[in-house]
């Protein structure tokens, strides 16, 4: 960008016309999202070039044209957004995480886990505690299946 507000502000003249080369544009559309600089620049160019610019011929049928989609914008948003708070509450996942936890222990699932692990861990194998436990934890699935 040029230092000098004159150039700067013909510069966005330029690229609200749409005559600068692909490169300048491109570099001028990165500035436009990242520098509030940039951003404040641009729209004094658009606001000088005002009278160029073309107009809504209708401005009128325009405004009702919005007004008449918003509101079944909303009522689309409030359809959808209703099933998917309830399914997206934290309680809902606690209690889900609090059921199977309840179920976990009722079935002796912890209980069975902590007396093989207590078991590998007091044997005086060579074998590393990790094979231990894997082949405990295969032996034990593999009898669950049965």
């Not at 997206?88 to 079935?107: F, V």
């Not at 207590?118 to 074998?127: E, G, I, K, V, Y």
């Not at 894997?134 to 009898?143: C, K, N, Y």
């Given at each position: 960008?040029?230092?000098?507000?004159?150039?700067?502000?013909?510069?966005?003249?330029s690229?609200?016309r749409?005559?600068?080369?692909?490169?300048?544009e491109?570099?001028?559309d990165?500035?436009?999202?990242?520098?509030e600089?940039?951003?404040a620049?641009y729209?004094?160019?658009?606001s000088?070039?005002e009278?160029e610019?073309p107009?809504?011929?209708?401005?009128a049928?325009?405004?009702?044209?919005?007004m008449?989609i918003?509101?079944?914008?909303?009522?689309s948003k409030?359809r959808?957004?209703?099933?998917?708070s309830?399914?997206r509450?934290?309680?809902?996942?606690?209690?889900?995480?609090?059921?199977?936890?309840?179920?976990?222990?009722?079935s002796?699932?912890f209980?069975?886990?902590?007396?093989?692990t207590?078991?590998l861990m007091?044997?005086?194998?060579?074998?590393?505690?990790s094979?231990r436990?894997m082949?405990?934890?295969?032996g034990w699935?593999?009898?669950?299946?049965?």
């Amino acid at each position: 960008m040029s230092h000098q507000p004159q150039d700067e502000l013909e510069l966005w003249r330029s690229y609200i016309r749409g005559s600068l080369d692909s490169i300048t544009e491109a570099r001028l559309d990165a500035l436009l999202q990242g520098d509030e600089a940039a951003f404040a620049a641009y729209t004094a160019a658009l606001s000088s070039l005002e009278s160029e610019l073309p107009g809504l011929e209708d401005e009128a049928a325009y405004m009702l044209a919005i007004m008449e989609i918003l509101p079944q914008a909303k009522l689309s948003k409030e359809r959808g957004g209703s099933r998917k708070s309830w399914t997206r509450h934290p309680l809902l996942h606690y209690a889900i995480a609090a059921t199977l936890t309840a179920l976990l222990l009722g079935s002796g699932l912890f209980d069975l886990i902590a007396a093989e692990t207590d078991h590998l861990m007091n044997q005086a194998d060579a074998s590393s505690l990790s094979e231990r436990m894997m082949e405990a934890t295969a032996g034990w699935l593999d009898s669950w299946k049965r």
